[in-house]
């Protein structure tokens, strides 16, 4: 198993950036690929990046293609997403997931860390 921790999120204008961590603790974190998704209250959870087990393979929702940038740094079992020209439809609280391959990194990933809210203003 796992264990997922965000951390990164914060209150930022429009247009502005933030970093999002995603440290892991547990098992080898090399062995799982990740996903950062994100959800507001009503709406459903929706992925917005993804990145394989070694770094080499990125995935990005059409929402985040060009703006934000998902990266990992397996030594210090850490993901990041980089999110630049934030707008306030960014705003949301974004979860890391990570499942054993890319194909598992999905709503319905097996681990799930508790989120960090993220809040644009106009």
């Known amino acids: 198993q796992v264990q997922l921790v965000e951390s990164g999120g914060g209150f930022v204008q429009a247009g502005g950036s933030l970093r999002l961590s995603c440290a892991a603790s547990?098992?080898?974190?090399?062995?799982?690929?990740v996903g950062w998704f994100r959800q507001v209250p009503g709406k459903d959870r929706e992925f917005v990046a993804a990145?394989?087990?070694?770094?080499?393979?990125?995935t990005y929702a059409a929402s985040a293609q060009g703006r934000f940038t998902i990266s990992r740094d397996n030594a210090k079992n850490t993901v990041y997403l980089q999110m630049d020209g934030l707008q306030p439809e960014d705003s949301a609280v974004y979860y890391c997931?990570?499942?054993?391959?890319?194909?598992?990194?999905?709503?319905?990933?097996?681990?799930w860390g508790q989120g960090t809210q993220v809040t644009v203003s106009s």
């Open positions: 547990g098992r080898t974190f090399a062995y799982y690929a």
């Open positions: 997931a990570a499942g054993e391959s890319r194909a598992a990194v999905s709503t319905s990933a097996p681990y």
């Open positions: 990145i394989n087990r070694s770094g080499t393979s990125t």
